[in-house]
């Protein structure tokens, strides 16, 4: 009976437990967070991540509430109203200033009153590492000339965290130049931007040219992305130089003459005079290298020398004085082969032509054996010639050209003395230098370049409508083949080859020949019967594997030298 009352005891209060229970859970409130999560990204150097919001919700009631924040190092992070009632919201802000790259976690706890457990919100916050920053060790380059170009300085790049490309670009300025373009900057290290300036186009003036070069990295901070440097050039007016005055000499009594003067150094503010003559040459600047000058008629009514000179504002100068003969004087303008008409080594024997002003006789006058000996003379109409002290044999004589045969007893080397009277004073020089060899083919038109004076096999010329076959011989003239004669001809200088001459010398070993880039069979270098020892006939075959064409080259190899090959034949298959 007692054990039967203790167990229905128990069994109610038991009961009454759970009734307590249920009704206890009817009454406790519940809170949620909206979200339950916030990210925070942030890159160091940029502005704050923007705050974010999170709901707070309560199923019954409006208790209050306080909020915590827990973690190690929280500092960064806010959450505000840090009390108030519900429901409500937080206004959730991070500032990692400071901070350094790396991931960091906190939580923030809503505690309120009647509910057991706080509500816990979870905040992460990752920072990266900030953009990387573009450095130029210089934003301003310059340039002053002289010196001479080319001209080149360096600007160099780095970057201060992770690689950065980069672009340059250059305002219009054609006279710079920035190498490389392009490329990528790596963390520890530099890149040289190498800036040329070529002044050549420049004028000197007072004021700096300059441009503007923008170095650009898309990826840096936004301070540095994009970088200008500066360049500037002061191009300072240089001495000017003269090289050469055409015409060499002017005569007596001329009308106001215009002058070209070549040189270098020239530019807008060059300016011609001449010692003694009051007022500047009215000038002319053409380019840095050549300028016209008008010489009036009131300085060229005496017999005189001018000496002329080129003036540049300073730093400038004025070039070395230049002389200018007036009057009837003999000027050697240039010395050049007979064949080829271009400066250069002469070989004894060898046909040369002088070219200046009042070398010889106004009416032209042709070689002549006066003397009925069977050598060309040394003197014609009042014009001698010696070369390395040597009378040469003259050819052709006229006021603006006078033709010689180098003699063969001139001595082999440089700045030899080619001296020519005419009856005049003083007598007008030259130098050349004396080689072994210097051949030249002669052109049709005596102009050194196209068509050869050259014979097809059937004794016609050769033109480009009567062209040589493959495999035909064809002969050709030369000049500058040097001394090959001596053991059979004894005087040489001005020798006119008799008809009866029997054999022929031959040049030994035979030259060699090549026709449109092939090398021709050459069946004879001998004189010429009737001509003068100096000009050398040359036999070939058209070998086999030249070009055809009506203006194929041709050139002659006797021993180290090679003739200019501005001269051409016709060949057909």
Do not use: H
């Not at 840096?220 to 500037?232: G, L």
């Not at 008409?341 to 054996?369: K, Q, R, Y």
């Amino acid at each position: 009976m007692k054990t039967r009352l203790l167990n229905s005891t128990i069994s109610a209060a038991a009961a009454m437990l759970l009734i307590s229970t249920s009704l206890l859970a009817q009454t406790t409130p519940t809170v949620t967070a909206t979200p339950a999560s916030v990210t925070f990204n942030y890159q160091i150097g940029m502005a704050l991540p923007a705050a974010q919001t999170v709901a707070l919700r309560i199923s019954t009631g409006t208790p209050s509430y306080t909020v915590t924040i827990t973690g190690t190092n929280t500092l960064w992070l806010t959450a505000t109203p840090t009390t108030g009632k519900l429901p409500g919201s937080l206004t959730v802000r991070a500032n990692p200033t400071s901070l350094p790259a790396g991931s960091y976690a906190a939580t923030i706890s809503v505690a309120v009153p009647g509910v057991p457990a706080p509500v816990a919100i979870t905040v992460a916050l990752t920072v990266i590492a900030p953009l990387p920053t573009l450095t130029l060790s210089s934003n301003a380059v310059t340039f002053t000339v002289p010196p001479s170009p080319p001209l080149t300085q360096m600007v160099k790049l780095a970057t201060s965290g992770s690689p950065l490309s980069y672009t340059v670009a250059i305002a219009s300025a054609p006279w710079l130049t920035v190498s490389p373009m392009t490329g990528v900057l790596l963390p520890g290290s530099q890149t040289a931007l190498t800036f040329a300036v070529d002044a050549s186009s420049l004028l000197p003036q007072a004021a700096p040219y300059t441009a503007r070069v923008t170095v650009s990295a898309p990826n840096a901070s936004a301070a540095s992305k994009q970088q200008a440097i500066t360049v500037s050039v002061t191009v300072n007016s240089m001495a000017p130089a003269i090289a050469s005055i055409w015409p060499a000499s002017i005569p007596l009594n001329s009308p106001d003459t215009t002058i070209t003067i070549r040189g270098g150094n020239f530019y807008s503010a060059s300016v011609a005079k001449a010692v003694g003559v009051t007022a500047p040459l009215k000038t002319t600047v053409l380019g840095a290298d050549v300028i016209l000058a008008v010489v009036p008629a009131t300085s060229l009514n005496t017999a005189a020398t001018l000496k002329v000179f080129v003036s540049n504002p300073q730093p400038g100068g004025d070039s070395a004085n230049f002389n200018l003969p007036v009057g009837n004087t003999a000027i050697i303008q240039s010395v050049v082969n007979g064949a080829s008409m271009l400066p250069g080594p002469v070989s004894p024997g060898e046909m040369i032509t002088l070219l200046g002003d009042n070398l010889g006789p106004n009416t032209p006058a042709v070689m002549a054996d006066a003397d009925a000996d069977g050598f060309i003379d040394t003197s014609l109409s009042g014009v001698s010639v010696t070369i390395d002290g040597k009378p040469a044999p003259i050819i052709y004589a006229s006021a603006s050209q006078i033709n010689v045969q180098v003699p063969y007893a001139a001595a082999i080397g440089a700045n030899k003395t080619v001296s020519l009277t005419n009856g005049t004073a003083p007598a007008a020089t030259a130098t050349v230098t004396i080689a072994l060899t210097a051949p030249g083919i002669f052109s049709l038109d005596g102009s050194g370049a196209g068509q050869a004076a050259l014979m097809n096999a059937n004794g016609t010329l050769n033109l480009p409508q009567n062209p040589a076959k493959i495999g035909d011989v064809v002969s050709f003239f030369v000049t500058g083949e040097g001394d090959y004669a001596a053991a059979t001809i004894p005087i040489r200088d001005g020798y006119l080859i008799p008809y009866t001459l029997t054999p022929l010398p031959q040049e030994s070993p035979l030259p060699t020949v090549s026709i449109g880039g092939a090398t021709a069979t050459v069946t004879s270098a001998a004189p010429v019967p009737g001509w003068m020892l100096g000009l050398l006939l040359v036999s070939a075959t058209v070998p086999g594997g030249s070009t055809t064409g009506a203006a194929v080259p041709i050139t002659v190899t006797i021993g180290a030298a090679t003739s200019p090959s501005a001269v051409t034949l016709a060949v057909k298959p």
